[in-house]
């Protein structure tokens, strides 16, 4: 399997994967757009967004035609703080009214008349998933910055006007004895469905521990910490609430530091007895995932995009960044998606097979090989049980996760409990 296969075989689709903006009205403690827990945007990150007129000159009515899903998400911004977002929408609706859309956001921000306009679009085989982690007293803790009575306006504007709404909850210690009142909540606003996922932030690889997560002040003093739901805690590792977070330390695994790596190939030696299952290229299914960030840049998936964007200063990163080369070879103003695309299969795909100081990809190992290749099955639980069910989204990794109870009490109540 090869990305190159989606340009010669007709059944093989693309799942773009795009951060239409990298800018953001919310200050996540996790999120790699900042300084870790703080509110200060890491100093690498150039803001941009996609214009209407470069998203049909990059996804033209061709790729559109052989497009099965959009998944308009990103590592470092959220999708509504771009411009042109309504605009971009309609374009995909109009050509290809086929094609999957997913668009992830806080729901913080922007007026009613723009609400209205994504409502009579989106939905069908289009949907919003609205990250909100609480309630009025609880979301504000994890999404900082997002003010409730507005987010509740916001994602009530779009479900009137006739959007497909989808709610996915980070299940923290502070908000997990809410997951009933979400789901009713959810229910009463015409939700068509609702998610909990376990968040990721919490594992400390170095004290080999789950410790609170903290959160800092735009001057860097520590403000409060976030503590994991036990019962649904992401790590093997154990919790320890008795953990003091003194000053903050750039511990970023963010940091926009130009650190002069030593490429390990010794160490990364025992991982090339495991083969790569590559999460872009699903066997059984015809989709070959293609990431696109706000400046044009494609990568072969989210995970990558999350090294290379985040500017994670590592070895592996940098072995990444030594294999990808200049921007010519995957920037959609200096070169084709056709071309980025076989690049991906020359520089990385054919060299699965060799050793890493022979151009095998570490990230790839990493993250797609085993001993422990990154879960995204265990992020996902099920509101209704005690226990992590790790449930696969299907079709890519998209969440497409069902709450089958939350389902069925849509069916029974038809919408009438509003
Ligand atoms: C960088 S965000 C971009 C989309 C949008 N800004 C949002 O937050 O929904 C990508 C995804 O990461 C999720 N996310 C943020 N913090 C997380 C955490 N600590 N653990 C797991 N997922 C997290 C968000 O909810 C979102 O689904
Ligand atoms: S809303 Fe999304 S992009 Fe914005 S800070 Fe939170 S995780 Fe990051
Ligand atoms: S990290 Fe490598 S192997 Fe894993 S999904 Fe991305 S391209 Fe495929």
């Known amino acids: 399997m090869k990305w190159n296969d989606v340009l010669e075989y007709k059944s093989v689709r693309y799942a773009f994967h795009i951060e239409l903006s990298n800018n953001c009205n919310s200050q996540c403690p996790f999120c790699p757009r900042f300084l870790r827990g703080t509110p200060i945007v890491v100093p690498s990150l150039i803001n941009g967004e996609i214009s209407i007129d470069n998203f049909k000159k990059w996804i033209t009515p061709e790729i559109l035609s052989k497009t099965y899903i959009f998944n308009f998400c990103g590592t470092q911004g ?37 609400w209205q306009r994504l409502g009579k679009v989106v939905n069908g085989r289009r949907e919003i998933v609205f990250s909100v982690d609480g309630l009025s007293d609880t979301n504000h803790l994890y999404r900082r910055n997002v003010k409730w009575d507005k987010l509740i306006t916001n994602m009530q504007t779009f479900i009137d006007a006739g959007g497909k709404a989808i709610w ?16 009713q909540l959810a229910i009463k606003m015409g939700f068509a469905d609702v998610l909990f996922k376990s968040p990721i932030g919490f594992e400390n690889i170095n004290l080999e521990k789950s410790i609170p997560m903290p959160v800092y002040d735009k001057n860097k003093n520590l403000d409060y910490v976030l503590e994991p739901s036990l019962n649904y805690l992401n790590s093997q590792f154990e919790y320890d609430p ?67 964007d985040a500017r994670h200063s590592s070895p592996d990163v940098e072995q990444l960044r030594q294999i990808l080369g200049k921007p010519d070879n995957y920037n959609l103003e200096l070169s084709s998606l056709d071309n980025i695309l076989k690049f991906f299969d020359t520089a990385i795909e054919s060299k699965w097979g060799n050793t890493h100081e022979d151009g095998r990809c570490a990230y790839c190992s990493k993250t797609c090989g085993a001993p422990s290749p990154t879960d995204t099955d265990r992020l996902y639980v099920d509101g209704s049980k005690d226990k992590i069910i790790g449930k696969k989204p299907k079709q890519t990794h998209i969440p497409m996760v069902i709450d089958s109870e939350i389902k069925e009490k849509i069916k029974n109540s038809k919408k009438t409990l509003i």
């Not at 996915?168 to 789901?183: A, G, R, T, Y």
Request: hydrophobic fraction near 30%; charged fraction near 25%; aromatic fraction near 10%.
């Open 242 to 308: 008795t953990y003091q977070h003194k000053e903050f330390q750039n511990e970023s695994v963010n940091s926009c530091e130009i650190w002069p790596w030593e490429i390990p190939y010794d160490e990364w030696k025992d991982l090339e007895k495991y083969e790569i299952n590559c999460k872009s290229h699903i066997p059984g299914i015809n989709l070959r995932e293609v990431y696109i960030n706000p400046h044009g840049n494609v990568y072969p998936c989210c995970f990558i995009a999350g090294g290379m």
């Open 168 to 183: 996915e909850c980070l299940v923290f210690k502070h908000n997990e004895h809410q997951m009933d009142e979400i789901k």
């Open 78 to 114: 959220d999708p509504i703080t771009a411009k042109h977002l309504p605009e971009i929408v309609e374009y995909i609706a109009e050509t290809n009214p086929r094609t999957k859309l997913q668009i992830r956001t806080n729901g913080g921000v922007r007026n009613k008349d723009f």
